[in-house]
Nanobody, 125 residues
Framework: VQLQASGGGLAQDGDSLRLACATSGSTFSRYVVAWFRQTPEKERDFVAAIDQSGGYTYYADSVKGRFTISRDSAKTTVYLRMNSLKPEDTAVYYC???????????????????WGQGTLVTVSS
């Protein structure tokens, strides 16, 4: 599966952005899709994941209540709606997919074989 992340940009503290991860090349419904983010100072951190059905979602504590992950099967795209953005949300955001991942590994970047190219989100105070 190929992944294409988009939607990043410059935002102010408290603003909202929506990221999109468009997929192609394989059956969308087979894949768990997740978002991770990375800054130069840190490793790639888990942000959110959604299971194949879209019925189960998982979030990092730092974004719970502010970010929402969703998937559109018709568009084979996964979205990350980011509300109440904070300067500490500044990072490059990557989407990742796996067709053979167990629930306990959803937060583990090493468990995902397929990655998009990243989209930069910058939040200013």
């Amino acid at each position: 599966v190929q992944l294409q992340a988009s939607g990043g940009g410059l935002a102010q503290d408290g603003d909202s952005l929506r990221l999109a991860c468009a997929t192609s090349g394989s059956t969308f419904s087979r894949y768990v899709v997740a978002w991770f983010r990375q800054t130069p100072e840190k490793e790639r951190d888990f942000v959110a994941a959604i299971d194949q059905s879209g019925g189960y979602t998982y979030y990092a504590d730092s974004v719970k209540g502010r970010f929402t992950i969703s998937r559109d099967s018709a568009k084979t795209t996964v979205y990350l709606r980011m509300n109440s953005l904070k300067p500490e949300d500044t990072a490059v955001y990557y989407c990742a997919a796996s067709s053979s991942i167990i629930t306990s590994n959803y937060r583990n970047s090493a468990a995902y074989a397929n990655w998009g190219q990243g989209t930069l989100v910058t939040v200013s105070s």
